[in-house]
T-cell receptor, first 115, second 120 residues
Framework: DTGVSQNPRHKITKRGQNVTFRCDPISEHNRLYWYRQTLGQGPEFLTYFQNEAQLEKSRLLSDRFSAERPKGSFSTLEIQRTEQGDSAMYLC?????????????FGPGTRLTVL | GESVGLHLPTLSVQEGDNSIINCAYS??????FIWYKQESGKGPQFIID?????DKRQGQRVTVLLNKTVKHLSLQIAATQPGDSAVYFC???????????????????FGTGTQLKVEL
């Protein structure tokens, strides 16, 4: 399967702990996006990378959140000092600038539960 | 702010009937629209897309209609099957206009979704 992959699929943590999620995009895609989705809502944009450059960040991305894509391939999203309000599904998507209409393809997500 | 929204939160149809899921958008600068299907516990799955220079596009059992005059998007599913049961989201982005504003990004703005239930 050459789709977007995310790890872990589920993460349960205690409030105040740090967590890190990983996303591996489709191999030829140079654009990578992070979204957050809460129950019953559509995904909300967090941040965007083109190759290794982080080009856009949402106001939702507080200073406790940091994302990296050091080599322009996989990306990590770290949340420091987690809060209960961080509980959500964290989705990664990738697309290709040269691809058709820059369609974003999503991974299965990482479900975060903060106790 | 501008947003994408859906008219109905839940749609129930009989197996074999056609389904129509509607979406309203308010950002006149949007020029690319996508429908995604999301099953429980999974990420959104691309179904079909359409650019603003088109008003209709067909795929396998699915058709997307775009009415720019009233800023309305719809997804039609023919001969609905139990496997079509899921939440459907429309999403929009500003395409090239958005790229100029943000430096290359094409972030998607999603609505809240419509739950499609297929009854046997």
């Amino acid at each position: 399967d050459t789709g977007v992959s995310q790890n872990p699929r589920h993460k349960i943590t205690k409030r105040g702990q740090n967590v890190t999620f990983r996303c591996d995009p489709i191999s030829e895609h140079n654009r990578l996006y992070w979204y957050r989705q809460t129950l019953g809502q559509g995904p909300e944009f967090l941040t965007y990378f083109q190759n290794e450059a982080q080009l856009e960040k949402s106001r939702l991305l507080s200073d406790r959140f940091s994302a990296e894509r050091p080599k322009g391939s996989f990306s990590t999203l770290e949340i420091q000092r987690t809060e209960q309000g961080d509980s959500a599904m964290y989705l990664c998507a990738s697309s290709s600038r040269t691809g058709r209409a820059d369609t974003q393809y999503f991974g299965p997500g990482t479900r975060l539960t903060v106790l | 702010g501008e947003s994408v929204g859906l008219h109905l939160p839940t749609l129930s149809v009989q197996e074999g009937d056609n389904s129509i899921i509607n979406c309203a958008y308010s950002n006149s600068a949007s020029d690319y629209f996508i429908w995604y299907k999301q099953e429980s516990g999974k990420g959104p799955q691309f179904i079909i897309d359409i650019r603003s220079n088109m008003d209709k596009r067909q795929g396998q059992r699915v058709t997307v209609l775009l009415n720019k005059t009233v800023k309305h998007l719809s997804l039609q599913i023919a001969a609905t099957q139990p496997g079509d049961s899921a939440v459907y989201f429309c999403a929009e982005n500003m395409g090239r206009h958005g790229a100029i504003l943000t430096g290359g990004g094409n972030k998607l703005t999603f609505g809240t979704g419509t739950q499609l239930k297929v009854e046997l």
